[in-house]
Every structure is written in structure tokens, then in C-alpha cells.
């Protein structure tokens, strides 16, 4: 997949999972994992992203005998999900728009 593109669906891919269920980062890693791989470094950064702009919220559980953290989305990050769908109309009319053509030259 495209860098950019990937890049573009990250943040939203990791808020959906967290949307799904609270959830901390070994466990968001494998739950996306098999849609789109994504790097510890890379989560940690975009979990970091997403409590800055108040769409998750993090809580620290003892999990044996060390620390968890634990992230849940908040009403901003369902909000963000929303507007996400919202928009993806656009892409999807883009995408079939691109396909036509490609379909368009095979016959």
C-alpha cells in the first residue's frame, strides 16, 4: 500500500479498534494486524497524537505486577469516526471514478 495513503488511515484504523473496545498497544498492534501492519514506534507516536487532540483518553492498570496503559476512545474520537465516514463518500466516488477508466481500457 501506498505510504501516504497508510498514513492517512492509521490514526482512524487505531481509533476504531479502541472504539470496538478498550484496548492497550501489543493488543491494538494484533487487532489491525491483519489489515495493516503497523510498527510499535509508529502506534505509540499516533496514540500519543490522538490524546493530545482528546480523542482517546489513557488509564494505567496493574497488570502482573506491572503497568498497563490502558486507552479509551472519548466522544471527540467517535466524533472523528463519524467525520471519517462521512468524507469517505468523496474517496469512494474517486476510487470508482479511477476503476471505470482502468475497466474502460481492458475492453
Given amino acids: 500500500m501506498n505510504s ?7 490514526d482512524i484504523c487505531v481509533l476504531s479498534c479502541i472504539n470496538k473496545e478498550d484496548s492497550y498497544g501489543y493488543k491494538i498492534i494484533k487487532t489491525l494486524d491483519p489489515l495493516i501492519k503497523i510498527s510499535e514506534s509508529t502506534l505509540y507516536t499516533i496514540l500519543k497524537r490522538l490524546l493530545t487532540k482528546k480523542q482517546i483518553i489513557q488509564k494505567n492498570v496493574i ?9 479509551s476512545i472519548t466522544d471527540q474520537g467517535k466524533l472523528e469516526i463519524e467525520n471519517f465516514l462521512t ?17 474502460d481500457e481492458k475492453k
Fill in 4 to 10: 501516504q495513503i497508510k498514513k492517512g488511515l492509521l
Fill in 63 to 71: 497488570h502482573n505486577n506491572r503497568i498497563r496503559k490502558y486507552y
Fill in 87 to 103: 468524507h469517505w463518500s468523496e474517496v469512494d466516488g474517486i476510487i470508482k471514478f479511477i476503476k471505470e477508466d482502468i475497466d
